[in-house]
């Protein structure tokens, strides 16, 4: 009988995004970790899941394998958590874009690090791992053409953690070239093309999933309209409802794709619109405008799909009456929700490079790197500012007069009245606004605002858990429209 082994893929994530504060219901299913499963011969591996947006991680497990995927915040604390795992005897490789960029760090803390996707490197890994002789880093010559040929293996994603399990891509990369954006520059050699799955392969893909939900974690799926009307043929048929991000560009040069794309089950997109002003958008190299943006959210919105935006703040153009200005127009065009962010340089992107020439990045703390936190001296405001005024304009943003106006712009059926205010009032849960009692609506005065507070990078050994119910009941509280 063959031997076999245990291993343990992992994700964690920031401190203020784990399982006791991110509602389930909002929970979208990882699929890093089923893709890499996938790669692992079944007869010869039992494999764990750990995600720790689900539930807390857990060391004890008797692992000889464990798989850590990485993103720049999370690093210090990816770190931590593979030398917990080493000291039970465990091999540990890291990989993912932030060790793709950075193998030289990585390594300090792994066996061994892979630069770039699983596909072409994982079974040489196995091998070596099998035979004793795991190398220090895996690279690869080239970028996977075909990929979740074999089914991501969403059945070892926890059932209780997730709405729906299903996720998967069609597309890999993206045509555009946002200047702050790490995607097309980390995995592995080169330039991260743009790469296509077959149409009718990911309708088959997708009528083995048992879920009518499905999320797709494309960086673009829109970036070649052709094959987006062909995948949208093909998808139809199942009657399967589905999400996706898509870039604004294809949508606003293709409108007749909308109805495409409705009548295939898309309900929702979302967009990284980063700015309203236009010299932003230009600044890192984003070809919209914001009346291309003005022109096309009511016609996606005709179709009956919901818009969720990407808002960035702390662009050179931006100055402290921007919060302001993003917020309203944000409720002026009825959207659905937004994720707000303080513009981050990753590092590897041309932003990150441009700063630390510029002497303008003030820590190189990769915690820090959350997009919650601002890590380089923006031009027209001062840190604190720009600080505390992305913290006021989420709350106004999540307000109830907010939600509620954008809730009756976007209504054209009962049904969209509905979806915004129900996304509005989980956004607003999930980021834990109401309950955020700091200072924040004084941003523009820049005498008195307190510095940024620290971030923790992690907290191990965890909290008691009754800690947790605590943290969980004050969330709860955040729904009541009184403090
Ligand atoms: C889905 C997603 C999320 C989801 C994750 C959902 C979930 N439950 O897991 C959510 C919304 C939670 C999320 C959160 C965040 N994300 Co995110 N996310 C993505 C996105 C769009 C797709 C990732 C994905 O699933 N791809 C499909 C899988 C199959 O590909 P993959 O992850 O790249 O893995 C392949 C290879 O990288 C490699 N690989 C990856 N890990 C490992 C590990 C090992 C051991 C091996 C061998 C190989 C390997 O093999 C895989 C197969 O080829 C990427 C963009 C992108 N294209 O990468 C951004 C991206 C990863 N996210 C990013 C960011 C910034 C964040 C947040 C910090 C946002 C925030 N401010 O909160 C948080 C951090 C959370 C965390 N734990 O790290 C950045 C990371 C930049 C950086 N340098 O760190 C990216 C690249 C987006 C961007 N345009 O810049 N994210
Ligand atoms: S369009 Fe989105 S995914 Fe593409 S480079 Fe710009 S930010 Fe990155």
Redesign the pocket.
């Known amino acids: 009988m063959m031997n076999r082994h245990k291993a343990g893929l992992i ?4 401190e203020e ?1 784990k399982w006791n504060n991110v509602w389930k219901v909002f ?6 970790l089923p ?2 499963a996938a790669l692992m011969p079944q007869d010869e591996w039992d494999i764990e899941i750990q ?1 720790e ?1 689900v539930g807390p991680l857990c060391f004890e497990r008797d692992y000889d394998l464990v ?3 990485v ?4 690093s210090a604390k990816s770190y931590e958590v593979a030398r917990r795992f080493r000291r039970t005897g465990a091999k540990v ?6 060790p ?2 950075l193998p030289e760090e990585s390594i300090l803390h792994a066996d061994a690090v ?1 630069v ?4 072409l ?2 079974a040489h ?1 196995l091998d070596d791992f099998k035979r004793g002789k795991l190398e220090k880093f895996y690279r690869t010559a080239s970028m ?1 053409n075909r ?1 979740d040929q074999l089914l991501p293996r969403w059945d070892l994603l926890d059932p209780k953690g997730y709405p729906f399990r299903a996720s998967l ?1 069609a597309t890999r990369g993206c045509n555009y070239r946002c200047s702050f ?3 097309h520059l ?2 592995g050699a080169g330039q991260y093309g743009y790469r296509k799955k077959s149409p009718a392969e990911v309708a088959r893909i997708l009528q083995d999933a048992d879920s009518e939900f499905v999320m797709f ?1 494309d ?1 673009d799926l829109l970036s070649e309209p052709r094959y987006t009307e062909q995948l949208c043929e093909a998808v139809k048929p199942l009657r399967k409802k589905w999400m996706s ?1 898509m870039s604004a560009t294809y949508v606003a040069r293709h409108p007749s794709l909308l109805k495409s794309l409705a009548e295939s089950g898309c309900t929702a997109m979302f967009m990284g619109l980063e700015s309203i002003s236009s010299e932003s958008l230009k600044s890192v190299n984003k070809q919209n405008t914001v009346k291309m943006y003005e022109e096309l959210i009511p016609r996606i919105h005709e179709v009956g799909i919901d818009v969720h935006a990407g808002f960035v703040v702390g662009f050179d153009h931006d100055d402290v009456d921007s919060f302001e200005r993003t917020v309203e127009w944000g409720n002026r065009m009825g959207l659905c929700g937004a994720i707000w ?1 303080i513009l981050t340089p ?2 590897g992107t041309q932003l990150f490079k441009e700063f630390q020439a510029s002497g303008r990045l003030v820590t190189t703390d990769w915690t820090y ?4 936190d601002v890590v380089f001296r923006p031009r027209n405001m001062t840190v604190e500012q720009l600080y505390w005024g992305h913290k006021w304009a989420k709350r106004q943003f999540y307000s109830f007069k907010s939600i509620g106006s954008r809730g009756l712009r976007r209504s054209i059926r009962p049904s969209d009245l509905l979806n915004t205010l129900g996304a509005g009032l989980g956004y607003r849960a999930m980021f834990h606004l109401g309950s955020d009692k700091l200072p924040v609506d004084v941003y523009r005065d820049r005498g008195h605002l307190p510095p940024p507070p620290r971030v923790v990078p992690f907290r191990f050994p965890y909290p008691p858990q009754n800690e947790y119910k605590q943290v969980l009941l004050d969330r709860l509280a955040d729904f009541l429209p009184f403090p």
Not at 27 to 32: E, G, H, I, K
Not at 71 to 74: A, E, F, G, L
Not at 116 to 119: F, K, L, M, V
């Open positions: 994700i964690v994530h920031p995004q929970r979208f299913p990882n699929l890093t893709t890499l995600d947006l798989l850590i995927t993103t720049t915040s999370v490789v890291l990989g993912g874009i932030h793709s960029v892979v770039g996707e699983a596909e490197t994982l890994v996977v990929w891509t954006c790490s995607i980390a995995l974690w960086d991000q962010r990753y590092p790197y959350s997009g919650e």
